[in-house]
């Protein structure tokens, strides 16, 4: 059954550092997403991407966050100066319509110190 | 904005027990509704969904129905099992825009007793 992979399954990092987070969206999908869990809280909505595009974002993806689209097959998260808050597990998703079910990865656990 | 309220955890209950998180949900469409499962350790994994009122998702023995007239998606099981322990959530679809996020409650954690 086809599956959303991510990685780094876990990465550390110091604060103020850039991190990319990766994932592989299910090939015939054409909406991704991330989502973020702060340890001990609710799944947020961070950003959808569709047609090389952000359709939607939060008010916690800043200037701080991007993602890209750079090749058929991956799907990046971006984090341009990390903060200790930024400390959370981080999930893909993709769909294969925007009003259909999102399929989640198994996601990234960020820890910066 | 839309919202989703569930059950305060954690739930502990014994092998075979009836199992009941109830889920509410606050709408001004008309979303999609889904239960997730988190195991510990792992990702996010679809347990069910219903998409219209009345709706019955059903899978692994769990089920829910899409209540539109109390705002609800409660999650039943008839006979849990230890390896039914995991974290719940309850969550919807918003389709404001062209790629719908989900809305998420704050998860049940729930514990079998063998």
């Known amino acids: 059954e086809p599956e959303v992979t991510q990685t780094p399954s876990h990465q550390v990092t110091q604060m103020g550092q850039e991190v990319i987070l990766h994932c592989v969206p299910i090939?015939?999908?054409?909406?991704f997403y991330w989502y973020r869990q702060i340890l001990g809280q609710k799944v947020e909505f961070l950003v959808s991407f569709y047609n090389n595009e952000i359709s939607e974002k939060s008010e916690i993806f800043d200037d701080q966050f991007s993602v890209e689209r750079p090749d058929g097959s991956n799907f990046t998260l971006k984090i341009r100066s990390t903060k200790l808050e930024d400390s959370a597990m981080y999930f893909c998703?993709?769909?294969?319509?925007?009003?259909?079910?999102?399929?989640f990865g198994p996601g990234t656990r960020l820890l910066v110190l | 904005g839309d919202s989703v309220t569930q059950m305060e955890g954690p739930v502990t209950l014994s092998e075979e027990a009836f199992l009941t998180i109830n889920c509410t949900y606050t709408?001004?469409?008309?979303?999609?509704l889904f239960w997730y499962v988190q195991y510990p350790g792992e990702g996010l994994q679809l347990l069910l969904k219903a998409t219209k009122a009345d709706d019955k998702g059903s899978n692994k023995g769990f089920e829910a129905t899409y209540r539109k007239e109390t705002t609800s998606f409660h999650l039943e099981k008839g006979s849990v099992q230890v390896s039914d322990s995991a974290v719940y959530f309850c969550a919807l679809s918003d389709r404001g825009s062209s790629a719908s996020k989900i809305i998420f409650g704050s998860g049940t954690r729930l514990s079998i007793r063998p």
């Open positions: 998703a993709s769909s294969d319509s925007g009003q259909e079910t999102q399929y």
């Open positions: 090939s015939n999908h054409l909406y």
């Open positions: 709408a001004t469409g008309y979303p999609s």
